[in-house]
């Protein structure tokens, strides 16, 4: 009789309803954010992950490549948004999920970052009372020129679940009145895909392809409308670039936004070698390989900003605020903005030894995605 009951009650529990979530992505950030949550919440039997793919990144080198470097499936859904203005990409985004919505029924969305796709998403669960949860919660620059600053407080508004990368997010979510019971501070889940690609970088190959040695270089990356956009202020960083390529080698992996603008600009002559090497877009593999080898590293990037605080690398970050001050008051980040006089006196300072070398932020550890499958089992089973 005992062994009957054990066999009834197992044969029940895998009957019963699986948890399907929607994991929802659709730009670079995300897919290095998703990844380690997907293969966590994919370890849970009642668990069944969907990956929906919106499209916001629609060519292969901002996007497809990442589902080969990061070993993550093929989304089961994909959404074809391709380019526009903010409104009329996240009006495609909103319309294909609606539909996918309505058939998959989800039981949970998540959603990571700040892009189109995060607030679409945030949209659409809200008006089809579907649960939400929001990867990297609470993260704030208070600069509402940005329409990334626009996309996370109404997605934080609007979530059920906010997981938090660090203490400070937690604080700016308090703030502004959400429950403290919605909020987890769970770490940082980009420092999970960090520290399991770290080593299968392959650093020594990637500095021989480039020509590159080790901490003698400086890596660039730039795409921001509010630094490309304008010839004047291009114009300023470029003449600031061409004088640090005079001290060390620079890399700068150009996004196509930024080619064209170059381009348009004829500002070319800044970026030429020997002291300049500009490539085209690459891998997040070998962009980690080169964070982690390079002397400095000047971004307006959010996500440069933590995996160099995380490798104690130097960065200079070409923007007036930041939603991760964390990397600046603790890490290895100093927000720089158009100031190039600025810019180039800390790059003195680094090449100098004198810059500071940063702490590590707490769960900033690789174990961001095992904590929020642990809250995520907790509530949802």
Avoid at 19 to 42: H, M, V
Wanted: charged content about 25%; hydrophobic content about 35%; proline content about 4%.
């Amino acid at each position: 009789m005992k062994d009957l009951t054990i066999k009834t009650i197992k044969k029940k529990n895998e009957n019963r309803k699986k948890i399907t979530i929607a994991c929802i992505a659709g730009a670079r950030p995300n897919f290095i954010k998703i990844a380690p949550l997907i293969k966590e919440l994919s370890k849970v039997k009642r668990f069944r992950t969907i990956l929906i793919h919106t499209g916001q990144h629609y060519d292969s080198a901002m996007s497809d490549i990442f589902f080969k470097e990061l070993n993550i499936k093929k989304p089961e859904i994909s959404i074809i948004s391709g380019p526009g203005s903010h409104s009329e990409q996240t009006g495609k985004i909103m319309t294909g999920l609606e539909k996918e919505f309505t058939e998959l029924k989800p039981d949970l969305a998540i959603v990571v970052g700040d892009v189109n796709s995060t607030l679409s998403a945030a949209l659409v669960t809200s008006k089809m009372n579907i649960p939400l949860a929001h990867v990297e919660a609470g993260l704030r620059s208070y600069d509402r020129n940005m329409p990334e600053e626009i996309n996370r407080i109404v997605t934080d508004r609007l979530s059920n679940y906010l997981f938090t990368p660090s203490r400070d997010a937690g604080r700016n979510l308090l703030k502004e009145g959400i429950d403290k019971n919605k909020i987890y501070f769970t770490g940082n889940i980009m420092i999970d895909t960090l520290v399991k690609f770290l080593k299968k970088s392959g650093t020594g190959t990637v500095l021989k392809k480039y020509g590159l040695k080790k901490k003698g270089f400086c890596l660039i990356t730039l795409h921001r409308p509010s630094n490309v956009d304008e010839k004047t202020v291009l114009e300023k960083i470029a003449k600031a670039i061409r004088k640090i390529s005079g001290s060390t080698k620079v890399i700068f992996p150009v996004h196509p936004r930024t080619a064209l603008k170059i381009k348009d600009f004829h500002l070319g002559q800044y970026f030429t070698p020997p002291g300049v090497l500009m490539t085209e877009p690459i891998g997040y593999i070998e962009t980690i390989a080169l964070i982690s080898t390079a002397k400095l590293v000047i971004t307006d990037s959010g996500g440069l900003q933590e995996e160099t605080t995380y490798l104690k690398v130097p960065c200079l970050t070409l923007r007036e605020n930041t939603e991760r001050p964390v990397t600046a008051t603790i890490g290895t980040n100093t927000i720089v903005g158009t100031n190039t006089v600025f810019l180039l006196k800390k790059f003195k300072e680094i090449l100098a030894g004198k810059y500071r070398k940063g702490k590590l932020p707490e769960y900033w550890d690789g174990k961001t995605a095992q904590r929020i499958t642990k809250i995520l089992k907790k509530k949802l089973l």
